[in-house]
């Protein structure tokens, strides 16, 4: 299984990013896409997650501003980072995995996980 997060660069806060992540496992449909990430100095923390089923979970500081969505048939997930922010600056990574009876805000929920792409918002 191959995760590969792309998309990151440097944005001028207000800005716009859209990060992909594509995934080599199968069936891609049947799992959960998880987006985390990492500022400096900090321990890494969830962001957003879409489940097989479409439903989908955000932390509250990127509620209304990140949205997250999926294409089966590209077997690529996406997060969407509109109004970026200063403090959004991280190593973002993607993560996927069967969550069923598992938290999809938690890291132990996921076996597989992509390198990460950095997102740097400047003020």
């Known amino acids: 299984v191959q995760l590969q997060a792309f998309g990151g660069g440097l944005v001028q806060a207000g800005g716009s990013l859209r990060l992909s992540c594509a995934a080599s496992?199968?069936?891609?449909?049947?799992?959960?896409i998880g987006w985390f990430r990492q500022a400096p100095g900090k321990e890494r923390e969830f962001v957003a997650a879409?489940?097989?089923?479409?439903?989908?979970y955000y932390t509250d500081s990127v509620k209304g501003r990140f949205t997250i969505s999926r294409d089966n048939a590209k077997t690529t997930g996406y997060l969407q980072m509109n109004s970026l922010k200063p403090e959004d600056t991280a190593v973002y990574y993607c993560?996927?995995?069967?969550?069923?009876?598992?938290?999809?805000?938690?890291?132990?929920?996921?076996?597989?996980w992509g390198q990460g792409t950095l997102v740097t918002v400047s003020s």
């Open positions: 879409i489940t097989s089923g479409g439903a989908t």
């Open positions: 993560a996927t995995d069967n969550t069923w009876g598992r938290a999809v805000d938690s890291q132990r929920a996921y076996a597989y």
């Open positions: 496992v199968r069936p891609f449909s049947t799992k959960t």
